[in-house]
């Protein structure tokens, strides 16, 4: 009989404490690797996404406002008596300003001296509200119905008007200031609500622009000797009746924040000089005090009006 072969049996080993130990700090050790990665990765990503949103909002803004002054004192010609379409004297200007508002009210003209330009406390440092004016413009066919050539800041139309004794009433209407709420502050515009029919009503409403603006300030390029040619910046809170029929270009400044903690803590808070260090005023500076991890940029632009702001009944050169 033949007797099978003994297979010899051995006792099943497993690691030793020493090598769980070293294959758990190794893994470990990627672990860590592994998420300092992706956190660096996430922060290189919102610090971009960070600085492209800022980019884009500040451009938006500036772009809107821009467009709104250049739109400024625009004047059709006068259908009925040849020239331009003239305002009387006591008419409202077509640029207007409050320094320190941060919430102006439903007037037609803003108003350091009038109390109902802002429904708050005017501040020196605090925000600046800007109010312009313009003619619009109609079809051919139908000229109280606009051509969209000429648009508030709601991007409305503005039709020509419906006659001429009616125009400097019908003009288009367009006023920049900061709103806060509880989500933040944003540029925002207020201009007229329109009927079914296109026609501009007494009506006052607002509507957000860009979000994340902290500070908006404006200076008024005057020229004192009547050549057309900004001789001073004035605050509003400096200008006469005279300086606002002269205005030539304005001076725009926006600081606008980011949605995310990205900013350079350690770098601490920048200061920004809006008109630079050697305009000396109280609203001349910014300085973040809540929120300061978030990044900030600052946006200036000088824009030059293009039409007569003082075009007005008697006047030969209209």
Same mark, same amino acid.
């Given at each position: 009989?033949?007797?099978?072969?003994?297979?010899?049996?051995?006792?099943?080993?497993?690691?030793?404490?020493?090598?769980?130990?070293?294959?758990?700090?190794?893994?470990?050790?990627?672990?860590?690797?592994?998420?300092?990665?992706?956190?660096?990765?996430?922060?290189?990503?919102?610090t971009i996404d960070d600085s492209s949103n800022l980019e884009e909002r500040g451009q938006f803004a500036l772009g809107v406002i821009t467009r709104a002054l250049r739109q400024t004192a625009f004047s059709?010609?006068?259908?009925?008596?040849?020239?331009?379409?003239?305002?009387?004297?006591?008419?409202?200007?077509?640029?207007?300003?409050?320094?320190?508002?941060?919430?102006?009210?439903?007037?037609?003209?803003?108003?350091?001296?009038?109390?109902?330009?802002?429904?708050? =406390?005017?501040?020196?440092?605090?925000?600046? %509200?800007?109010?312009? $004016?313009?003619?619009? &413009?109609?079809? @051919? /066919?139908?000229? *109280?119905?606009?051509?969209?050539?000429?648009?508030?800041?709601?991007?409305?139309?503005?039709?020509?008007?419906?006659?001429?004794?009616?125009?400097?009433?019908?003009?288009?209407?367009?006023?920049?200031?900061?709103? =806060?709420?509880?989500?933040?502050?944003?540029? %925002?515009?207020?201009? $007229?609500?329109?009927? &079914?029919?296109? @026609? /501009?009503?007494? *009506?006052?409403?607002?509507?957000?622009?860009?979000?994340?603006?902290?500070?908006?300030?404006?200076?008024?390029?005057?020229?004192?000797?009547?050549?057309?040619?900004?001789?001073?910046?004035?605050?509003?809170?400096?200008?006469?009746?005279?300086?606002?029929?002269?205005?030539?270009?304005?001076?725009?400044?926006?600081?606008?924040? @980011?949605?995310?903690?990205?900013?350079?803590?350690?770098?601490?808070?920048?200061?920004?000089?809006?008109?630079?260090?050697?305009?000396?005023?109280?609203?001349?500076?910014?300085?973040?005090?809540?929120?300061?991890?978030?990044?900030?940029?600052?946006?200036?632009?000088t824009v030059q009006t293009r039409n007569y702001m003082t075009c007005f009944s008697g006047d030969p050169s209209c």
């Amino acid at each position: 009989m033949r007797r099978l072969p003994l297979i010899r049996t051995s006792r099943a080993r497993g690691f030793s404490l020493i090598e769980l130990m070293v294959a758990l700090v190794i893994s470990l050790l990627v672990l860590v690797a592994t998420v300092s990665f992706y956190m660096m990765t996430r922060s290189t990503y919102t610090t971009i996404d960070d600085s492209s949103n800022l980019e884009e909002r500040g451009q938006f803004a500036l772009g809107v406002i821009t467009r709104a002054l250049r739109q400024t004192a625009f004047s059709p010609p006068n259908t009925s008596g040849g020239g331009t379409i003239q305002l009387a004297q006591s008419d409202p200007p077509m640029i207007s300003g409050v320094d320190g508002c941060n919430s102006p009210g439903d007037v037609e003209s803003l108003s350091q001296t009038v109390t109902a330009s802002c429904t708050t =406390t005017m501040v020196d440092t605090a925000n600046d %509200a800007l109010e312009v $004016r313009f003619f619009g &413009s109609g079809t @051919a /066919a139908a000229p *109280t119905v606009p051509d969209n050539s000429m648009v508030d800041c709601s991007g409305q139309g503005v039709a020509s008007p419906t006659s001429i004794d009616l125009a400097a009433s019908q003009r288009g209407l367009s006023m920049f200031f900061i709103q =806060t709420d509880k989500t933040g502050s944003y540029l %925002a515009c207020k201009f $007229r609500q329109r009927d &079914s029919t296109g @026609a /501009a009503t007494s *009506t006052f409403a607002t509507q957000q622009l860009v979000p994340g603006v902290e500070s908006l300030q404006f200076l008024y390029g005057v020229s004192v000797d009547g050549d057309a040619v900004p001789d001073v910046f004035k605050r509003a809170t400096d200008m006469s009746t005279t300086d606002w029929q002269n205005v030539y270009a304005v001076k725009v400044a926006l600081v606008i924040r @980011a949605d995310n903690a990205s900013a350079d803590v350690g770098a601490g808070q920048p200061t920004f000089n809006l008109f630079g260090k050697q305009y000396t005023y109280g609203d001349g500076t910014y300085k973040a005090t809540t929120n300061t991890q978030m990044a900030r940029r600052l946006f200036t632009a000088t824009v030059q009006t293009r039409n007569y702001m003082t075009c007005f009944s008697g006047d030969p050169s209209c």
